[in-house]
Antibody, heavy 118, light 111 residues
Framework: EVQLVESGGGLVQPGGSLRLSCAAS????????MNWVRQAPGKGLEWVSY????????YYADSVKGRFTISRDNAKNSLYLQMNSLRAEDTAVYYC???????????WGQGTLVTVSS | QSALTQPASVSGSPGQSITISCTGT?????????VSWYQQHPGKAPKLMIY???KRPSGVSNRFSGSKSGNTASLTISGLQAEDEADYYC???????????FGGGTKLTVL
């Protein structure tokens, strides 16, 4: 069974940093591209970042470019999101999602809540 | 403001059919057959319902169908059931720098 489990969320002050992790199991992690998608409280989904299966190709949403860094460790079946210079508007549930055919996300984790507040 | 435009809400009675639209541009919905639809119940993760405009993943009811015309994609749910009440989001690949775009979401109410 495919499982994606996020961790690392919490309360952080504006300007602070946080590192999210996503532990993958039930599939060959190194063969799949991955994404981070977030959802602010009461709002819609927002794509955040993409990483290819090898980690050689990376994309970011304009809203996080220069502040967030996506990475992966295929040996540990893990995906990461390093978030720096956090702002109040980064407050959201962050989901990791597996990339499938046709720019689709077929499996999602349960999400981890990041709250940026003083 | 989301890149793809969806109605904020739709409603229907059990047994009826409803359609949710998703309007983009030639850089996303209109230019590629890479439109997906997700269902999200409160407090839950999104669930993939339709991919590649009109394909259903294994396990998704055939009451759900997708289509596209020009820059607008549509999700149709037939034979509405109470369990279909949820938020629905469309998504598309985009050739712009944003790589992937979502619609603002549509709240479906089953009356």
């Amino acid at each position: 069974e495919v499982q994606l489990v996020e961790s690392g969320g919490g309360l952080v002050q504006p300007g602070g940093s946080l590192r999210l992790s996503c532990a993958a199991s039930g599939f060959t992690f190194s063969s799949y591209e991955m994404n981070w998608v977030r959802q602010a409280p009461g709002k819609g989904l927002e794509w955040v970042s993409y990483i290819s299966s090898s980690g050689s190709t990376i994309y970011y949403a304009d809203s996080v470019k220069g502040r967030f860094t996506i990475s992966r460790d295929n040996a540990k079946n893990s995906l990461y999101l390093q978030m720096n210079s956090l702002r109040a508007e980064d407050t959201a549930v962050y989901y990791c999602a597996r990339e499938w055919v046709g720019a689709t996300n077929d499996y999602w984790g349960q999400g981890t809540l990041v709250t940026v507040s003083s | 403001q989301s890149a793809l435009t969806q109605p904020a809400s739709v409603s229907g009675s059990p047994g009826q059919s409803i359609t949710i639209s998703c309007t983009g541009t030639s850089s996303d919905v209109g230019g590629y057959n890479y439109v997906s639809w997700y269902q999200q119940h409160p407090g839950k993760a999104p669930k993939l319902m339709i991919y590649d405009v009109s394909k259903r993943p294994s396990g998704v009811s055939n009451r759900f169908s997708g289509s596209k015309s020009g820059n607008t994609a549509s999700l149709t749910i037939s034979g509405l059931q109470a369990e279909d009440e949820a938020d629905y989001y469309c998504s598309s690949y985009t050739s712009s720098s944003t790589f992937r775009v979502f619609g603002g979401g549509t709240k479906l109410t089953v009356l």
